[in-house]
């Protein structure tokens, strides 16, 4: 059974920095293409962050500069870094892993306010 379990969101000041982590089991790690969504109030969840199998990364325009997604392969583990946060950075963060098939986690809740 595949599990994605993500940690590390919380309340953090306007230009402040959080690392999401997202922890998969049941998966073939390092042949997935790795993923962390987003969805704000009101909003449809939407695309922030990709890294391939191979390592190669792709930002949504509204992070590029300001996020960084990486994995340990040997940890079975995604991460993302997020700095310069903006009060629009404000959602659930939703990590996505697909190997034949897509997983989902259960969310971690990002707030940026002072």
């Known amino acids: 059974q595949v599990q994605l379990v993500e940690s590390g969101g919380g309340l953090v000041q306007p230009g402040g920095s959080l690392r999401l982590s997202c922890a998969a089991s049941?998966?073939?790690?390092?042949?997935?293409?790795l993923r962390w969504y987003r969805q704000g109030p009101g909003n449809e969840r939407e695309l922030v962050a990709t890294?391939?199998?191979?390592?190669?990364?792709n930002y949504a325009d509204s992070v590029k500069g300001r996020f960084t997604i990486s994995k340990d392969n040997a940890k079975n583990t995604v991460y993302l870094q997020m700095n310069s946060l903006k009060p629009e950075d404000t959602a659930v963060y939703y990590c996505?892993?697909?190997?034949?098939?897509?997983?989902w986690g259960q969310g971690t809740q990002v707030t940026v306010s002072s």
């Open positions: 049941g998966i073939i790690f390092s042949l997935s293409s």
């Open positions: 996505n892993a697909e190997f034949l098939k897509s997983y």
């Open positions: 890294i391939t199998r191979g390592g190669s990364t």
